[in-house]
């Protein structure tokens, strides 16, 4: 094993020749690529017959993380506010008050320092030349070398201070700006540092703070940036010092330019998509993205249990990245120290969370998207888990017990959609690894919610761009039918309208006989996906057996009566059971996913999915909570046959 420093993360980076043993076994009526640093991505074949344990590594809890960038490790106690040490190095877009609005504050010099007595002016909501001060918490310090966002408290909205971010303000008055502003660093009634910009006239409270015209006027668009030049060591106190780049870098240094792009539209720039490219100094190309093939990263975390349910399986992670890999897109998680010590795109080692080498978070009983009572809330575990400079990239999903006040077992998952916020709940699922069975349900259960949640991040509903479910045509592991009994081996075969005849409990086909089904959730042949949206119309007045799903027959019928014959006559059926008789339509999920979730006003680059006018854009710094899926838990009868199946 050779093992060479990788310096932009602190951590070793172990150069694997490795095989996975991935079990195709693996959310439902529930619910709902990684490579080599310097290789492309290569298919990981999985053995026929072997099958595969989801032993963690060893790896002692409660470890610190080091985080991805090189910062100073020998650091003074807090020591005096030099002068022109604290300087303002970034100033967020902003699409308007109730969007919000962050800066960022550098400190350059060799010692920690305190912004005790230190204060903000900036304007604030609805004025232009006027500057409001605004004072820092108590105690506030930024390391040596290190950055503080200072963003503004949002109206009904509780965020923690942490060592990378605090919130000033409060439900009178907040910092926000618009295409004009200006802010200022302020002690004894000194500047410390001053920027301006678009039409403002506000003055520091130091004449010499400024000098000549203004820095450009803001776009009012999200993931844009004003940001100083000249590696922080320079200040004219003038606009010579500052440039607007297309992608914000919150919390990490400047490093994009002003001519980035994102050709592939995954929200990383292509330049930090190759090798010695970084995004707010985060190393992407190493973690395995690539220019020209969209990436998506996911930051997996998982709650202290011993239910096995809970404990993220490497196979249930590499099924979903294989499902993507055959579209061409690539799927990174990081689940930290899990299943590899050291740094490992192969084994989701991409440095692990902010407070646990192995991911781990404390145990909660009920986990909601939300502030429900008595169930902790996915956003609190995120804003001490995750690196603030991931969260413009970097979905977050928890792996946690159930969604339910009494802890009891529920939806299978839950996610925002066209988000960045995922939580799978199959804790008191009774799932285990005690025979090939199993094994084989607990990884397919995993897998199938996570694609599932995932896809509603995405932009998926549970029937593509409408809510309609259970679809026999829409071929997706979006849709309750497909979900959790997978997709079987073709949408041809029989083995696709047995799913029907489960969801009927009909043609032999009951809650009892899950493992019965052909490549369902006891079968290594577990298949997920998302629809290609190729299937015909279903006109559930007009219905043609012989038709199947609308994709062609090899041989077979699509059983819709039951009657267990061939009805060579059309006639009419509700087939999802929705009460009406209506045109079903299929949807190309893989020809409008949208990946940059933090790029646009619109909370994406390109959503399909029609977005309520009441859903604030997704700003990951600010304003990071989306309209959540509507899911439906399964029934006791699911339940049971889950717990008994073998």
Request: proline fraction near 3%.
């Given at each position: 094993m050779n093992n060479n420093y990788l310096k932009p993360y602190g951590v070793r980076l172990v150069g694997l020749s490795l095989s996975l043993v991935l079990s195709a076994c693996g959310g439902g009526g529930g619910g709902s690529g990684a490579e080599p640093a310097s290789a492309a991505p290569v298919a990981i074949t999985p053995p026929p017959v072997i099958i595969p344990t989801l032993t963690p590594a060893l790896v002692p809890e409660n470890v610190s993380t080091v985080l991805p960038t090189a910062t100073p490790t020998s650091v003074p106690a807090s020591g005096p506010n030099l002068p022109g040490a604290l300087l303002i190095s970034e100033v967020s877009s902003s699409y308007g008050y109730e969007a919000g609005a962050w800066l960022e504050i550098y400190n350059s010099s060799a010692q920690d320092i305190s912004l005790n007595g230190v204060s903000l002016r900036t304007v604030r909501a609805g004025w232009l030349n006027t500057l409001e001060s605004?004072?820092?918490?108590?105690?506030?310090?930024?390391?040596?070398?290190?950055?503080?966002?200072?963003?503004?408290?949002?109206?009904?909205?509780?965020?923690?201070?942490?060592?990378?971010?605090?919130?000033?303000?409060?439900?009178?008055?907040t910092p926000s700006w618009n295409m004009n502003g200006a802010l200022e660093l302020v002690k004894d009634g000194v500047t410390l540092d001053f920027v301006r910009f678009g039409n403002s006239l506000a003055a520091p409270l130091s004449a010499s703070a400024w000098s000549g015209s203004n820095v450009a006027a803001m776009p009012?668009?999200?993931?844009?940036?004003?940001?100083?030049?000249?590696?922080?060591?320079?200040?004219?106190?003038?606009?010579?010092?500052?440039?607007?780049?297309?992608?914000?870098?919150?919390?990490?240094?400047?490093?994009?330019?002003?001519?980035?792009?994102?050709?592939?539209?995954?929200?990383?720039?292509?330049?930090?998509?190759?090798?010695?490219?970084?995004?707010?100094?985060?190393?992407?190309?190493?973690m395995g993205a690539r220019v020209a093939r969209p990436d998506i990263f996911i930051q997996i975390d998982h709650m202290k249990s011993t239910d096995q349910g809970i404990l993220p399986a490497k196979e249930s992670m590499q099924k979903v990245v294989d499902a993507f890999k055959a579209r061409n897109i690539s799927v990174h998680f990081d689940s930290g120290a899990l299943y590899s010590y050291d740094f490992n795109p192969a084994l989701f080692n991409l440095g692990g969370s902010r407070i646990s080498k192995n991911n781990k978070v404390d145990y909660h009983q009920c986990l909601g998207m939300g502030d429900q009572l008595?169930?902790?809330?996915?956003?609190?575990?995120?804003?001490?888990?995750?690196?603030?400079?991931?969260?413009q990239v970097f979905h977050y999903l928890l792996m946690a017990n159930s969604q339910k006040e009494d802890g009891k077992s529920g939806s299978s998952g839950y996610a925002e959609i066209v988000g960045?916020?995922?939580?799978?709940?199959?804790?008191?699922?009774?799932?285990?690894?005690?025979?090939?069975?199993?094994?084989n349900k607990l990884v397919n259960f995993q897998a199938a919610t996570i694609m599932h949640e995932l896809g509603h991040n995405l932009g998926l509903d549970h029937g593509g761009d409408d809510g309609v479910n259970h679809k026999p045509n829409y071929y997706s592991?979006?849709?309750?039918?497909?979900?959790?009994?997978?997709?079987?081996?073709?949408?041809?075969?029989?083995?696709?309208?047995?799913?029907?005849?489960l969801a009927k409990k009909a043609n032999g086909f009951g809650w009892g006989a899950l493992c019965k089904m052909e490549a369902g959730p006891c079968s290594r042949d577990f298949r997920i996906d998302y629809s290609d949206g190729s299937s015909s119309i279903l006109d559930e007045n007009n219905l043609n057996?012989?038709?199947?799903?609308?994709?062609?027959?090899?041989?077979?019928?699509?059983?819709?009566?039951?009657?267990?014959?061939?009805?060579?006559?059309?006639?009419?059926?509700?087939?999802?059971d929705d009460g009406k008789?209506?045109?079903?339509?299929?949807?190309?999920?893989?020809?409008?996913?949208?990946?940059?979730?933090?790029?646009?006003?619109?909370?994406?680059?390109?959503?399909?999915?029609?977005?309520?006018?009441?859903?604030t854009a997704i700003n990951p710094i600010m304003n990071d909570k989306q309209r959540w899926s509507v899911e439906t838990a399964p029934s006791a009868d699911f339940m049971a046959a889950v717990r008994r199946a073998h």
């Open positions: 605004f004072s820092f918490p108590v105690n506030t310090q930024i390391k040596a070398g290190a950055y503080l966002l200072v963003a503004g408290k949002m109206p009904n909205e509780t965020r923690a201070n942490t060592n990378q971010i605090v919130y000033v303000g409060d439900s009178i008055s009012l668009s999200y993931g844009q940036s004003l940001v100083r030049l000249g590696g922080m060591k320079v200040n004219s106190h003038s606009k010579q010092d500052w440039t607007l780049v297309p992608f914000a870098t919150p919390g990490g240094p400047n490093d994009v330019a002003v001519t980035a792009v994102d050709n592939d539209r995954d929200g990383i720039p292509d330049s930090a998509e190759v090798a010695g490219g970084t995004f707010a100094g985060i190393d992407y190309y190493a008595n169930c902790a809330s996915i956003y609190d575990y995120k804003d001490k888990s995750m690196d603030i400079r991931r969260k960045n916020d995922i939580i799978v709940t199959l804790g008191d699922w009774g799932l285990n690894t005690s025979s090939a069975n199993e094994l592991v979006m849709s309750y039918l497909y979900q959790l009994m997978g997709l079987g081996n073709d949408p041809k075969s029989s083995s696709t309208i047995e799913r029907y005849f057996e012989s038709a199947m799903i609308g994709r062609g027959s090899l041989g077979t019928y699509a059983d819709w009566n039951l009657d267990q014959q061939l009805n060579r006559l059309n006639y009419a059926l509700d087939l999802n008789k209506t045109f079903l339509y299929d949807y190309n999920d893989w020809g409008n996913l949208t990946l940059a979730f933090a790029r646009t006003a619109s909370g994406n680059s390109g959503a399909s999915i029609k977005r309520s006018a009441s859903v």
